[in-house]
């Protein structure tokens, strides 16, 4: 069911690579709820991936940029206010790599040129892309930028590697750019902290599948899925959460809050026999 909650918003997704991205089912929910659409990835995930297709189906232009590059951004926002004819409502940061979980390079023998990757691509980007915003007053008042992270940001998951390092950095640009964004311009600025899901990026952590039950396991409402999370994002770029910034929001079923379950408990008691 739709609701028209983004009627007449403007706004650019990064990070929709195919149906599972995370990105992908919020494009396709903004547009539900009568949002006009960019998306942006990097030039070989537009190659590589469907984004071509969504392009296509959401009505959106395409504009390619590593969201590393500040020149890219820079092009990207040019190019989308231009497009767009005026202010840019809503912004979608779902972007996230670790050279060392994909090389399977254990945590505690890390290779520190990749760590500096992981944290360029997947927590500078993000103050990189909220800097351009700003310098070049592109978002609206009480237009609201939403990034994407995971609980390991606070509580230890082994595999998750530097990610979660980098993730408590996205999470800390959120409150301190935030803070800024809003006193100067009335932007809002939050993190989303979402349940693992089955996309490209989450399949690349070793042992998801068995993490991603128990977590389901141990979360009252269980997991929360991509569309899931694409319902409550499309909340946080609309107007009725127009006071809410610089939160870390936990999207997960509860998980967040829960030690132990009942069902778990069961498991592991099976698993000792
Ligand atoms: N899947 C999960 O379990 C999970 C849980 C919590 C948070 N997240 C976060 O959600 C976000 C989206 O990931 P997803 O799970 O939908 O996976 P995904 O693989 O579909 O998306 C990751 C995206 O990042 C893009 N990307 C990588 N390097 C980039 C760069 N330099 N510039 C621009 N884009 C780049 C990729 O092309 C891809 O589209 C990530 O930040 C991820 O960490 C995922």
């Known amino acids: 069911m739709a609701y028209n909650l983004l009627r007449g918003k403007r706004g650019i997704i990064f990070g929709a690579l195919n149906e599972l991205s995370i990105a992908w089912k919020v494009a396709e929910r903004a547009v539900a709820e009568g949002a006009e659409i960019i998306l942006t990835n990097t030039p070989v995930a537009l190659r590589l991936g469907a984004v071509n297709s969504l392009a296509e189906k959401c009505g959106a232009v395409v504009i390619p940029a590593d969201a590393t590059s500040v020149e890219d951004l820079e092009n990207l926002v040019d190019r989308s206010l231009e497009h767009f004819g005026g202010k840019i409502d809503f912004v979608l940061h779902a972007v996230g790599m670790s050279p060392n979980i994909r090389k399977n390079i254990p945590y505690e023998e890390i290779d520190y040129h990749n760590m500096m990757k992981t944290m360029d ?3 500078i980007s993000f103050h990189k892309l909220l800097q351009t915003l700003y310098k070049k007053d592109a978002m609206a008042e009480y237009g609201s930028v939403v990034a994407l992270s ?7 998951v082994e595999g998750y590697s530097d990610m ?5 950095m996205l999470e800390s640009i959120a409150r301190s750019f935030g803070a800024i964004y809003g006193r100067k311009c009335k932007v809002r600025v939050n993190t989303v902290s979402q349940s693992p899901t089955m996309t490209t990026a989450g399949q690349g952590i070793a042992g ?10 141990l979360s009252p409402l269980g997991n929360a899925s991509a569309d899931d999370c694409a319902d409550y994002v499309v909340t946080l770029f609309s107007d009725l959460t127009r006071k809410v910034t610089m939160q870390n929001l936990y999207h997960d079923g509860g998980f967040s809050q829960v030690a132990i379950s009942p069902s778990v408990l069961v498991a592991y008691e099976k698993g000792k026999q």
């Not at 995971?150 to 230890?156: D, G, L, S």
């Not at 979660?164 to 408590?168: G, V």
């Open 121 to 123: 691509i997947s927590a």
């Open 150 to 156: 995971y609980i390991a940001a606070q509580r230890t």
């Open 164 to 168: 979660a390092d980098a993730k408590a």
């Open 208 to 217: 998801l599948g068995e993490w991603f039950a128990m977590a389901d396991d």
